[in-house]
């Protein structure tokens, strides 16, 4: 029996004796009862890269890898692809870009699920459009003990058929490259893609995220650019989200005036110009004159949670057993607007685990980012420094100075409070906190990364030693050192964890 046959075998004979065995015995012959999840995203590409048994060896063998969450649905590169580009790549894999990315559903898309949408399901034409990664994994991933979840995330590609069908619509009418949440199609195409994926395959959960504020987030502050958004561009004033805005008694009319409000007070705050009452004054001014501002915004917000709770309800309903779970983004670190919004007990009403984003190094870049966007309007009255140490204390943070934070990034003591955090956040409800766990993330310029196995190994600690019950490495394999990925394992067998 060679080396791949022996750990095939020993995954597949581990998970017959668990379920023979029974608690009370598994205990006596020191058989770990309650593992935790830990689990990688990953893409298609990386098994046909590499080859889908060598893959899973290294995940299993490095990185202790139990659970796969495998790019699904996305026309993100994000998520799917290669390492993304002007960046070096890893030691393992296909060493040159995916030139040709384009991304859709890397799964075979199933018509009958899509009836009641205007949008066609098709496959991703990437690499020929023939390779179906959910029909190639899962039987191998089963073998070994491994169980399997679909990752889709809330990013498009404005060139597919129908995009403007369900484009968001900006303050002043024109389409966006995003998807309207209150839109039928777009609602009824989601929903159609995770049935298919529940219904069609044999897998044992899924995950679906979405990056995204509503307008009202998107004019005052930015995660991901520290120059501030485009206010003529923040989403979404389409007619459906008009008639839902009128269906709850929010004037329309008025919210389109507070918006356009607010727009000038960014372009202000922007230019230089002294504000004879301030920056931040202003700013609540007009928030108290147009109480429909942030009424539109809370709108928005309902819009993304309901999709949650129409996924969550379907897939229980389809396969009770699977786990359903979100990737809650960076700004539930950086943003009180965002976190106030984002109330984790209420969205485990509708989740059986959260992807909590705790990326320490990416987190440091990210927040000189968004520190630098806010300074731009919200926090233009006091300097820069003022305004990271007010955030501090907003968000309860001790954290770098502004000018080590790209270069120093957040340690494991951000890992550690955050997921604390979180674990008492949905405290009383059946969900879990699954922190996502940064190994490198390659968002940064080259010179501001610094992830090395001392602290990964410290980071996962701190996921798990924070309550969470599991662990999401990312953002993807394709991107990640292997020593890197061993430092993960490294610290759960140190835990004992695995």
Known sequence: MDRREFITGGGAVLAATQATLGGGLMAQVGV???VPTIGIQIGAISFQDEGTEKVLDILQEKGGINALFIASFTYGNGIAGRMIPDHPFPDH??????????????????????KNTRMKPTKAPDNGGRYDVLEDVIPRAKKRGMKTYTWSEDVWNKSIPNFDVIAERDLYGRPQGTACFYNPDHHNFILGVQED??????????????????????????VHNPQGNDPTKVTCFCDFCKAEAKRRGIDVQRAIDGFHELEKWVNLCRSGAKIPDGHYVTFW??????????????MWNDGVHNTYKSMYTMVKGVKPAAGVG?????????????????DLKKLGEYSDFLKMTVYNNLGGWRMQNYITSAHRTMYGDM???????FEYKVVGYQGRSYEQLPYMGLDESYVLNETKRCVADVEGTKTEIWP???????????????????????????????????????????????ANLGAVGDALREMKAI
């Not at 979100?326 to 984002?342: M, P």
């Not at 300097?383 to 140490?389: H, R, V």
């Open 32 to 34: 770990k009862k309650d």
């Open 93 to 114: 894999g296909v060493q040159n870009l995916n030139d040709h990315f384009f991304g859709g559903n890397y799964a075979t898309p199933h018509p009958q699920y899509y």
């Open 197 to 222: 994926f529940i219904r069609s395959y044999d897998i044992d959960g899924i995950l679906w995220g979405s990056e995204r504020y509503g307008p009202f987030g998107n004019m005052v502050e930015s």
């Open 285 to 298: 001014r007009v928030l108290f004159q147009y109480p429909e501002v942030l009424a539109w915004e809370t």
């Open 326 to 342: 979100w990737h809650v983004w960076h700004a539930h670190s950086y943003s009180a607007f965002f976190r106030a919004q984002t």
């Open 383 to 389: 300097s820069i420094d003022q305004a990271l140490e």
């Open 436 to 482: 996502g766990l940064d190994v490198d993330i390659s968002n940064m310029p080259d010179e501001y990364s610094h992830t090395v196995p001392p602290t990964i190994k410290a980071c996962t600690k701190a996921c798990l030693e924070g309550g969470g019950k599991g662990i999401v490495i990312s953002r993807k394999y394709s991107e990640m050192k292997l």
